[in-house]
């Protein structure tokens, strides 16, 4: 089982296409999770540039303006899609996998970028996993580090981070761990802020079921934020 987490920071920016195409040509991921696509609408022109075989079925969340947006993919051949619930910063689809004949969801986050909604966020994040009757994975660009050396710069730890880090203890969610390096965004700036606002939660049902599942980050290259691959043990990115 595969999947790709990404902030492409634009789909239809120069290049994101081309190398969301080739990443998916090489790993044909069960799921895909895409945030800040910033389109209202993403219509069969767009997704025929990087799924030209119609080898998924594709859900969105339209952005407000050029602000977020998500874009979620599901790889038929391995599961079917039962239902999907849709929030302001979520976007979950209830599947069914057809190896191992079991339901799980999978949720596609974007977190406010903006502090005055990092409240209402987290409170969209809770009732979503607590919502949840069947295993699930939630990754994404949540926008809030967990603890002070997910930056490299010293800096007071985020009011916020608290409250992400209760509902991750409260859930009982495990945060998988990540190989490729410690951060997941850059400001490209010189010297660079460099953090992990990305990850890939998973709940202790989703890891019984997977439970030699690892997260490779790979290289920045047409955004600003690292791609993420969710992977099995046994296999290699």
């Known amino acids: 089982m595969k999947g790709l987490f990404w902030n492409c920071r634009g789909i239809k920016k120069k290049g994101v296409s081309s190398f969301l195409r080739n990443l998916i040509m090489e ?21 025929r540039q990087f799924d030209p075989s119609r080898a998924y079925l594709w859900k969105w969340v339209p952005s407000k303006g050029k602000s977020g947006g998500l874009l979620s993919g599901v790889r038929l051949e391995f599961l079917d899609v039962g239902s999907f619930r849709e929030g302001k910063y979520i976007l979950q689809l209830n599947l069914w996998d057809k190896s191992r004949k079991i339901k799980w969801n999978f949720l596609n986050i974007y977190g406010s970028a903006h502090d005055e909604h990092k409240s209402e966020f987290l409170a969209e994040l809770a009732s979503f996993c607590g919502g949840c009757q069947e295993p699930y994975i939630a990754g994404g660009d949540y926008n809030i580090i967990r603890s002070s050396d997910e930056k490299n710069k010293p800096s007071p730890l985020p009011r916020y981070s608290k409250t ?26 010189s010297p660079p802020t460099l953090e992990r606002l990305d990850r890939i939660l998973i709940s202790k049902s989703w890891e019984d079921n997977f439970p ?25 990115p």
């Open 164 to 189: 992400f880090n209760s509902i991750i203890d409260c859930y009982d969610i495990l945060d998988l761990g990540m190989s490729g390096g410690k951060f997941t965004w850059s400001n490209n700036q």
């Open 27 to 47: 790993h044909k991921f069960h799921i895909l999770g895409l945030q800040e696509t910033m389109q209202a609408d993403i219509d069969d022109s767009i997704l």
């Open 212 to 236: 030699s599942a690892m997260v490779f980050k790979l290289p920045r290259e047409v955004s600003d934020h690292s791609p993420l691959i969710l992977l099995l043990f046994s296999s290699s």
